[in-house]
């Protein structure tokens, strides 16, 4: 199903969304809890990311980066933009404006954020809050290449379809983990990236 920015926005930003339900809620934390053991939260790093909508004529599509070969975390994976919240941000919000800036070149007056996803935990020492936010082409981007290999775009009506998902299964430090993935183009996408991305589509389903 193809969505636009009007509906789209409506649907991110109506009152039940914001507020969340007891279904879509109870799907995403038992997803959540599917993909990592249980985890002190005083433990985990907080970080944030952006969904970042790009609002083409023919259709919306989520911005993703391919992270540098050489980064010690996460090398050559798919990522959304974002990373670690530092005690100078204000609020996980500035922290993915900042992250985007700083990553892909993105001046932060361009995005609009329009709600904020739940939290996501990843078996890295990681909790991650996504933002949802659009922003209108053409994008004038400057990636970081110590950081950033490359920059693409994937259609929101394919990531928002529960069939391209797979649930997935490794042993990592002796531990069964869980993950989702699904696969655009070349591009492998999974883990936390997959996983938010899961969760959005099911709040879009779910309100729409």
Same mark, same amino acid.
Not at 81 to 95: F, L, V
Not at 100 to 124: F, H, K, M, N, S
């Given at each position: ?5 009007t ?47 790009v609002?083409?004529p ?20 798919i ?13 996980? %919000?500035? /922290?993915?404006?900042? #992250? ?5 070149? *993105? ?5 609009? $954020? ?54 997935? %299964?490794? /042993?990592?430090?002796? #531990? ?5 993935? *699904? ?5 492998? $996408?999974w ?18």
């Amino acid at each position: 199903m193809q969505y636009s920015k009007t509906k789209l926005y409506a649907m991110l930003t109506s009152k039940k969304h914001i507020n969340g339900d007891a279904i879509s809620f109870e799907k995403s934390r038992n997803n959540r809890n599917k993909t990592i053991p249980e985890i002190n939260d005083e433990s985990l790093i907080p970080a944030a990311v952006l969904v970042l909508l790009v609002n083409h004529p023919d259709g919306l599509t989520v911005l993703f980066t391919k992270r540098a070969d050489n980064m010690t975390r996460h090398a050559g994976q798919i990522s959304l933009p974002g990373g670690r919240i530092e005690a100078s941000d204000p609020s996980p %919000k500035y /922290t993915a404006l900042r #992250e985007t800036e700083e990553e892909i070149g *993105l001046p932060r007056e361009e995005v609009e $954020i329009v709600c904020q996803l739940d939290e996501y935990a990843v078996g890295t020492g990681f909790l991650i809050t996504p933002f949802v936010g659009f922003a209108d082409p053409p994008l004038k981007l400057t990636p970081q290449y110590e950081e950033v290999a490359e920059i693409f775009e994937a259609p929101l009506s394919y990531l928002i379809n529960p069939n391209n998902y797979t649930w997935n %299964k490794k /042993t990592l430090k002796g #531990e069964s983990r869980h993950f989702l993935s *699904l696969q655009w183009n070349n591009y492998y $996408i999974w883990g936390a990236t997959a996983g938010i991305l899961h969760d959005l589509s099911i709040k879009i389903g779910h309100v729409s």
